[in-house]
């Protein structure tokens, strides 16, 4: 039997790519874990500071809230530690039949009475465009936030983890977020919450560094057996980085209806009832940065933010801060820095609660 050379050659030619074929077809899904973090020593002295009633807890004195009043002989106290220290994994899959996958689970250690049990921060997946899960809060913008030593950062602040699902879209030159989050704030006591909050953000790059803004809607609700309200709260943000050279200028504007625990770690209740109805506390904050770079190893960053309240048109009070740092960095994962802090919180029929802080660290990023 005679084999024509020709259609042996053809034939082999197709055994081989359908043998390559279905080897990409089978290709196994490549899975990536990683372990990160980083290790954060603190060490706070403060000559004034009303941060909280109970103020024996390195957090405590972290969030700068200023909602307690400072006991006699508290002030000139010196706090060291090492609890904002975290840990994070990653895991990150590619080539799977639904798209690529990454997950990440992140803790630290301000949590507990002695603050040694691990605080989670972040658990969350991507697939794709979708985040499910306990992660920033999509009304945040880190992007606009100065570097510091301070763990709770400045007055003016939207600073937030929540448990959510979000999908990102690629619109008209920038990102736009949707997401629906679990219900931040209740009405004084009550959470009687049915639907989550509902977030939108658009970030748009620029040539001189970008711009975002953001709506939250939130449906407040309150039953206690012998009153029932309802309430819809909205309010509102822009922010963003204006690069200078290798300086940058940052910038964050909010503003609106019942932010609660959204804004400044929740020192203002985001709803009250007055005569049975539900009374929204209004707020605005504005917050500004400068950084300038001295080299490629050291930076200075001034930061001053203001938050005003209104409850049933009465003024809250006004709630300032003021941050100046240096920070030396020899190699890009250590840092060494010095900042100072003032803070002050107007409060009514109250004298003026202050924070006067100098804060050293030392941090190790692996």
Known sequence: MLINKKNMLSAAVVMASL???AGIAQAAPVTTTTVGGYVKFDSIYSEENDSAASSNTLREQALLTLNGSEADGEEGELYMAAYESRLKFTSQTTGTPVGDLKAVIEGDFYSGGTQNI???????FTQDNLTIGQTWSTFMDLGSLA????FGGPAGRIF???????YTINAAGGKLELALESPKNGVGAEKDASTPDMIAKYTVKT???YVAAGALVQNLQYDDGTD????????????GRINIGSDNLKFAVISGQAMGGYLNFGDVAAAS???????????????????????????SSVRYALTTSDFNGQDQGDFSSLHANLVYNPYKPVKFGAEIISAKKDVAEEESRKLSR???????AF
Do not use: C
């Open 160 to 166: 937030t983890r929540q448990s959510l699902v979000r």
């Open 228 to 239: 029932s309200d309802s309430a819809i709260a909205v309010a509102a943000r822009v922010s």
């Open 19 to 21: 043998v390559g074929t």
């Open 147 to 150: 570097e510091t030593a301070d």
């Open 273 to 299: 009832i007055v005569d049975g109805k539900i009374e929204m506390t209004e707020q605005t904050a504005v917050r500004v940065s400068y950084q300038h770079v001295w080299s490629p190893g050291l930076r």
């Open 207 to 209: 040539d001189f560094g």
């Open 358 to 364: 100098f804060h050293l660290f030392a941090k190790y």
């Open 118 to 124: 691990v605080n989670l921060r972040h658990a969350y």
